[in-house]
């Protein structure tokens, strides 16, 4: 559905040439992480998706969430080495926009469906 497209191979392309950005991180207990912004942003939505389109069916959204698992399983893949960092503002900002890029593939998919 959205995985397996052009525009998020684009994405994790964009992805990967913006790695300088999570560069010289070390491993913080004490903060929000990389892997809480990416999950909490992914997360989110996901559940905006759900809300602008109440009448998803059942099977549609259970796809949705298998792709939005498999987004979440690639930026951990990307993002490996700095998972557990703390997230700076400027990391943070970057991936609020990149996971509103990916929201944008989702709503495309599901108008091509309704």
Same mark, same amino acid.
């Given at each position: 559905?959205?995985?397996?497209?052009?525009?998020?191979?684009?994405?994790?392309?964009?992805?990967?040439?913006?790695?300088?950005?999570?560069?010289?991180?070390?491993? #913080?207990? *004490?903060?929000?992480t990389?892997? +809480? $912004?990416?999950?909490? &942003?992914?997360?989110?939505?996901?559940?905006?998706?759900? #809300?602008? *389109?109440?009448?998803?069916?059942? +099977? $549609?959204?259970?796809? &949705?969430?298998?792709?939005?698992?498999?987004?979440?399983?690639?930026? *951990?893949?990307?993002?490996?080495?700095?998972?557990?960092?703390?997230?700076?503002?400027?990391?943070?900002?970057f991936?609020?926009?990149?996971?509103?890029l990916?929201?944008?593939?989702?709503?495309?998919?599901?108008?091509k469906?309704?």
């Amino acid at each position: 559905m959205v995985v397996n497209t052009e525009g998020y191979e684009a994405l994790v392309e964009y992805l990967a040439s913006s790695l300088t950005l999570f560069e010289g991180l070390s491993v #913080s207990a *004490n903060s929000i992480t990389i892997e +809480d $912004v990416v999950t909490d &942003l992914i997360a989110t939505q996901l559940m905006t998706v759900f #809300s602008q *389109n109440p009448d998803i069916e059942q +099977d $549609v959204r259970f796809q &949705l969430m298998q792709e939005a698992d498999a987004v979440l399983a690639d930026l *951990n893949q990307v993002l490996e080495g700095i998972w557990l960092c703390e997230a700076s503002d400027v990391q943070i900002s970057f991936l609020e926009d990149f996971i509103s890029l990916v929201k944008n593939l989702f709503d495309s998919a599901i108008s091509k469906i309704y």
